[in-house]
């Protein structure tokens, strides 16, 4: 299967699954607060699909438009409503029931990554251990007095199993610029501590891998220039590199290991760069252009050819672990990281309103099915951890008091809780109008960001 294929795919998958578990929340507490469901429809638009089932004869029905879905309920401004079911219309629930039908859809999304978070704790994920490469000299991490082939083993006294663990949790204290006190074991097995100074972290410059702009990635072992593997249509393959081939020489310089290779190519952001390469016992020159990458430390531009090394398997083994744990622990962890996403998620949108960073992160379709495909195939497991972070992203947009989202609906149900009554129509079509214009602009804007990603590889 081609990558755009998986990507497409993987894409589609992804938002049915989201769509469907979302209004199947409103659907199922509308149906428990004793509202009649005239219609689940997934997508919008034209219908291609519908079956009526139950006493209601609910439609549920697939649409032409897969961008979002409905549930259309019982309700006496869009239509009249038999006086014998007057009392199952929506607008004649109490305001908290209302509430709890409206706050049921980003609910089921946030209990949708709770479980796809416990079934991966549980079922155990491969992960690369938190050990670190050599940090670039200047860098908070070098003063930290950290070096290549240290452990993490805990932050702020919290114990740390994985690199993607450790990440998270360096970047939320980085996005307050709050110190952090890591304790690593060092190549010769020695314990110590370090005080990670990051008050000065970039925090309008979080694209490609922020923490390497602080002086930390993850460790990279002494393996031969010999490619492993090659990004489809990436600069590599397109030059003509071969799986297989081992690299001699960089630029006119003798290469002896891939860490040599990575550090040559990244020097070279669209630049001409000669390699020479053995291949089948022979001699082959190859010219490219590694394409530029806005990733390096202090946010330099750096230089990428979409190569992978072949790295041996007792090598990548002792690399990696196994996180897995047991029933009750995976449960209070899933849980814990639902909501430290989600707080994330509210503050990188606070911090973009207040102008702290850039709207440059906003994310569009293109981005999120281009991440979706990478995460499909790196297997089961990461593309399950994607599809719990786009549902938990989901959640919290749909709870932002913009009207026409849910979270627009939960803010004048408030107002009426507060005042003793509803909103007048006046300001509800108001409120309609500017929420329409504001999430046009933001798909607009995550749209353009999708494309400057795409032109810019």
Request: hydrophobic residues 50%.
């Amino acid at each position: 299967m081609t990558l755009l294929l998986t990507k497409i795919l993987a894409f589609f998958i992804a938002l049915g699954v989201l769509i469907v578990i979302h209004e199947l929340g409103h659907f199922a507490v509308a149906r428990l607060c004793g509202v009649k469901v005239l219609r689940f429809s997934v997508g919008f638009g034209r219908t291609l699909w519908v079956r009526a089932f139950g006493n209601d004869k609910t439609e549920w029905a697939v649409s032409a438009l897969p961008v979002g879905g409905y549930v259309k309920m019982l309700d006496e401004r869009e239509g009249q409503v038999a006086e014998t079911e007057v009392h199952r219309a929506f607008n004649r629930q109490s305001v908290w029931k209302r509430f709890a039908i409206v706050a049921a859809g980003p609910s089921a999304n946030f209990v949708l990554a709770i479980l796809l978070y416990w079934m991966l704790f549980m079922g155990g994920v491969h992960e690369a251990k938190p050990i670190l490469s050599a940090p670039a000299a200047g860098s908070p991490a070098a003063a930290a007095g950290l070096q290549r082939g240290d452990t993490i083993r805990s932050l702020d006294d919290e114990p740390v199993l994985t690199w993607q663990d450790a990440r998270w949790r360096i970047l939320q204290s980085a996005m307050e610029r709050r110190p952090v006190r890591l304790e690593v074991l060092n190549s010769r097995n020695e314990l110590s501590w370090h005080a990670l100074d990051l008050s000065d972290f970039p925090v309008d410059k979080l694209e490609g891998d922020p923490l390497s702009r602080i002086g930390l990635q993850l460790f990279r072992p002494d393996v031969p220039p010999v490619i492993g593997r090659l990004a489809e249509n990436d600069i590599g393959e397109k030059a003509g590199l071969l799986p297989g081939d081992r690299i001699l020489s960089a630029g006119g310089t003798p290469i002896t290991t891939w860490e040599e290779v990575v550090s040559t190519v990244s020097a070279h952001p669209d630049q001409s760069l000669v390699l020479e390469i053995q291949r089948n016992g022979g001699i082959v020159m190859i010219s490219l252009v590694p394409r530029v990458v806005e990733g390096g430390d202090n946010g330099r531009r750096i230089g990428r050819i979409g190569a992978a090394p072949a790295i041996p398997e007792n090598v990548l083994s002792s690399l990696m672990t196994l996180a897995r744990y047991d029933a009750a622990t995976s449960v209070r962890m899933s849980v814990t990281k639902t909501w430290d996403t989600a707080i994330f998620t509210l503050r990188m949108i606070g911090k973009m309103i207040a102008g702290d960073v850039s709207l440059r992160n906003l994310s569009g379709p293109l981005t999120i099915a281009d991440y979706a495909g990478q995460s499909a195939q790196l297997g089961l497991a990461p593309y399950l951890s994607f599809l719990a972070l786009i549902s938990i992203s989901l959640g919290v947009l749909n709870l932002l008091p913009i009207p026409l989202l849910d979270g627009g609906h939960l803010m004048y149900y408030m107002v009426e809780i507060l005042k003793g009554s509803p909103v007048s129509e006046r300001v509800m079509g108001m409120g309609q109008r500017v929420g329409l214009t504001l999430l046009l602009f933001l798909m607009a804007f995550a749209f353009y960001n999708d494309i400057n990603r795409v032109l810019a590889g």
